[in-house]
């Protein structure tokens, strides 16, 4: 077992070294990976070897081909040129004369950060994890063990070249090394699983240490009475077929009664690509060739070329659904009508609710946040695509000049509370 | 049981009510204390007659005298006269033409609160999240088990009273239904315990629910080499004595060699008002007459008039004394050396760390948080003296017009990512 004390200290020394201290490991990590490319790549290909039976798309998670390499090295010169986020003023208030309380941002700690097959991963989370301040233990699905032990190595070479601590930034391989780390509350401040909902699921069940992640998208679009039916077509077409097991994926549409003249171009369009269309009752006599929707399937997150479709009377009736079968990822409605826009972004209670675009869009790179360290349902700490921030915490720094609480409890001072910043 | 779908839905009703519906209620809030006055000040009395056996402390934390009574009504005001959070931008970003993301805020949900003796906990937690559209689910101390109910119904009133709907304020009582209640992370999003370290630290270990607070309080005051004397005597004694049993009050005072010949001023002031004196190996020959300290003694809270004191070489370590022994409350460093007090500040990883001020100023109310929601020292979330923004959370609001991803992945469209507040 790696020695969780080491990495505490080696955050410590990562967090009070100076920014340009940071900076320069992340271009050295940009430069180790252009000189050891070639290595990077045979480890790769011994991954690829070894998963030759793998399924198509999981391969192609695993392989790092040149253009991903370069990809790597581009976000690493990004991540150096952008702004260091520590010890930063997010607020200053005087409280007193010669009193002044700020409010800087800080590190959390150390990270356990749980992905499965893309060994790129190892590179964007380290970096931002450097970038931030913050110790990462990193525990990789075993299809990548080449790669990742490659990359990790790229990783603490760049800490030491810089004189910084190298065990800032961890790699644990085996099952058993998670199970342990995830009762180490004492030393882990923040678990991020990155994969499927059942990787997520079973480990917001097995520990008490807060979990930064989502086990389900069970997304909406909500086609209003007064959508436009072709815009309603193009939304549910890249909502569901873009990228069907992505999280953001609409798994179920919802029709105002009104619409209904309209769905058959909605179901048209998206059987034509091969969606598999699952109705509730309400909507088996106008789509009669479409198979009946159970009342799970709408708790579901298909993940596939299947979706779920129900009609409703009204807007409200679309929002109580949302609320009872969804999971507060991403919900859209399409319509012209911006009261039922607006209520409708007001009233869904999930991360991200939009207007007329498409539930793909709820994403950290779409949103601009540089880098995507996740996407959260909790409702604490950071909801929705969560960036470097979700990485951050922040400290409060009182600068006085000897002031005690018993001159402001006995009255012979008072509070003044001038908000600086 | 009470039933916590009813909970939810009326949190839903709250939080998508108009800004001067939650102003309202807080103002007839006002209005029905004033009006019941004399049926609070009754069933105060009541649980005082019950509770005459009382430490006289936790007697005084019961008393919800005129004084109490008055100001909690002024808190109100302020609070229906203070400007509402929810849907406030946060953020806007123009992700492309007509493609605009914006980040607002928004309550958490359902709050579970567990607090012990004070029932004017009931009003300033109730109102907190009425302005923040929370609801929340009070469990009070059994001693205060009159006046909380007789508080409780009167925020319930206030709802109603403005047509909202009362059950976003529950009061439950027994220990059978907070177990449940622990158990029930499908709606109830965040737990805050109010009262002491055990309380804490059982609630913790009992649920996988996020919890805000605390366990411990044990905070250190550093008197550097170059502290002025006089100064280090103050801030000591208000650290320790002000109000001893508080989580912020000073448990440990680290003193550097070079302040060793000053020490006895410190010790003296300290034994004057009756403080017993721990100290560690390194004082014991120029503290003959104190107790010596334990290894145990320097990881306790010890929350009554005994305060740990220990020779350190340097500054840093001090800062390791810190790290390992501390709780990451509340940190101080007393001197003229703005070098020193500079790393202090840096190094020292605890939610507040100070420079010539009192550990006693950690406190909503001292940072001007206008109310504070508990003291959080958890890394994630919100960290120290957390104000109402304990009790809100962000949502990403995106408003399009037809916008899909496969625009911009087939590179048809490009982000622009504009910044835009």
Known sequence: MIDLARVRAAQRKLATAKASERTAALSSLADIMREQDA?????????????????????????????KRAGLIDGLMQLAASSDPIDVEVSRTKLDDGLVLAKVQSPIGVILVIFESRPDAVIQIASLAIRSGNAVVLKGGSEATHSNRVLVDCVRQSLERVSLDPDAVMLVEGRAAVQELLSRGDVIDLVIPRGSGQLVRSIQEGTRIPVLGHAEGVCHLYIDARADAAMAVRLAVDGKCDYPSACNATETILVHEAFVPHIGRVADALTERGVELRVGERLQSVLPRAKAASDDDFHTEHGALIVNMQMVGDIGEAISHIARYGSAHTDAICTQDPAAAERFLREVDSASVFHNASTRFADGFRYGLGAEVGVSTSRIHARGPVGVEGLLTTRWLLRGDGHIVGDYSSGAKRFKHERMK
């Open 39 to 67: 290595a990077i790549a045979t480890a790769n290909h011994q991954d690829l070897a070894a998963g030759a039976s793998l399924e198509p798309q999981l391969k192609s998670r695993l392989a790092l081909d040149a253009k």
